[in-house]
Each structure stands twice: as structure tokens, then as C-alpha cells.
T-cell receptor
Framework: GENVEQHPSTLSVQEGDSAVIKCTYS??????FPWYKQELGKRPQLIID?????GEKKDQRIAVTLNKTAKHFSLHITETQPEDSAVYFC????????????FGKGTHLIIQP | DARVTQTPRHKVTEMGQEVTMRCQPI?????VFWYRQTMMQGLELLAY????????DSGMPKDRFSAEMPDATLATLKIQPSEPRDSAVYFC????????????FGQGTRLTVV
């Protein structure tokens, strides 16, 4: 089955700096890669996703890049703010997400004031 | 504001007892997922349904776990008998998954088995 590795497990950055979280996946058939943000005690919420026919997608301060050949994808957050502090999960799925998600272990992002 | 609703939000039970968790997916969504979250294993897919039919439950311990969808507005996850290692947060998620692949998560049920 699919295996998703996520790094780093903890990331501390100064407010206003950029943060990058990286994931690799093992199944070349995976074609949907969402990123979820989870605040303490809350539900995971989708922040951005990318499909395998696209190399990059951006939404305001958040961007995701995908390298299908290398089987890795990354989340980039620019101009970080205190409210960006949370745990971020990457995931991969076949069938465009319809077959359930395999998650990475998560990255605890800490924004230092 | 359409949301996935899970009940109960918290459950403490003794080892050996039966536990039933319920999920009301967003109206009109055709796919329902059950995930389990623990510190050690992270978020794991247990099972999922499409149009109420079970499609995959390979992530679920079959001897004690069962998942059903008696109607389009209710999905259940049952553990019998429960064990301390089942302590986790159980999330239900739903999606339409036709043209839109986003899965919306419920608030979760925090289960503690003592």
C-alpha cells in the first residue's frame, strides 16, 4: 500500500519568515495530494490540494509543489503569522481522493513572535 | 453551514465494554470515511463507504471492529469488546467526490478505554 513520509516533525520559524514542509510518497498511482491543518483539539481542515496533472498551486500565502518523477510534494507558507501555528498533515490518494487518504505523521509548526 | 456531526464527542469506557460511535455526514455526500488518530500512528484510514456500500475496511481490526451505514444520514463504528489500545480520536469524514475530492472531517470522538 501507499506510504507517506513527512519532514520535519517539528518546525519553528520566526513570524514573517517562510516555512517549508516536505513529503514523499511511494505509490506512483497516487494522483491527489491534499494538505490538512489541525489545531489542538480540533478537526483536520483542508488548506490546499494538488492533483498529479499540475506541478504547482498557490492560494494567497500558501503554495504546494509536486514532483511526480521524484514522488515528492511540498507545502510552502510565506509571511508566517501566529495563527499559522498548528500541526500540518500531508496525504496521498488514488482515485482523486475517492479511495481514502494515506497521511504523513504530521509537522508541528511553531511561529515564534 | 453544513458539517459532519459525530456523537458522542467524548467516551470513557471500561475494557471489555461495547462502544458505538455515530456519524451524520453532510447531506448529499456519497462517501463516508472513518479515520483513527493516535500519537504513535497518526491518522489512519479504518474503512469507507460509497453510496452506503462498504468499499474498503482493510485498515480495521476485523475481530472487534465493525462499521455500518444503515441509511444515508448515519454511519456507525462499533468496537466490541473494547481494549485500552483502542483509545484514540475517531474521525468521520464525508465527501461528494464527484468533481470535488475534498473530504470534510467531523469533530471526532475521543475514546478512552480504561
Amino acid at each position: 500500500g501507499e506510504n507517506v513520509e513527512q519532514h520535519p516533525s517539528t518546525l519553528s520559524v520566526q513570524e514573517g519568515d517562510s516555512a517549508v514542509i516536505k513529503c514523499t510518497y511511494s505509490d506512483s498511482a497516487s494522483n491527489y495530494f491534499p494538505w490538512y491543518k489541525q489545531e489542538l483539539g480540533k478537526r483536520p481542515q483542508l488548506i490546499i490540494d494538488i492533483r498529479s496533472n499540475v506541478g504547482e498551486k498557490k492560494d494567497q500565502r500558501i503554495a504546494v509543489t509536486l514532483n511526480k518523477t521524484a514522488k515528492h510534494f511540498s507545502l510552502h507558507i510565506t509571511e508566517t503569522q501566529p495563527e499559522d501555528s498548528a500541526v500540518y498533515f500531508c496525504a496521498a490518494s488514488k482515485g482523486g481522493g475517492a479511495d481514502g487518504l494515506t497521511f504523513g505523521k504530521g509537522t508541528h509548526l511553531i511561529i515564534q513572535p | 453551514d453544513a458539517r459532519v456531526t459525530q456523537t458522542p464527542r467524548h467516551k470513557v469506557t471500561e475494557m471489555g465494554q461495547e462502544v458505538t460511535m455515530r456519524c451524520q455526514p453532510i447531506l448529499g455526500h456519497n462517501t463516508v470515511f472513518w479515520y483513527r488518530q493516535t500519537m504513535m500512528q497518526g491518522l489512519e484510514l479504518l474503512a469507507y463507504f460509497r453510496n452506503r456500500a462498504p468499499l474498503d475496511d482493510s485498515g480495521m481490526p476485523k475481530d472487534r471492529f465493525s462499521a455500518e451505514m444503515p441509511d444515508a444520514t448515519l454511519a456507525t463504528l462499533k468496537i466490541q469488546p473494547s481494549e485500552p489500545r483502542d483509545s484514540a480520536v475517531y474521525f468521520c469524514a464525508s465527501g461528494l467526490l464527484i468533481g470535488n475530492t475534498e473530504a470534510f472531517f467531523g469533530q471526532g470522538t475521543r475514546l478512552t478505554v480504561v
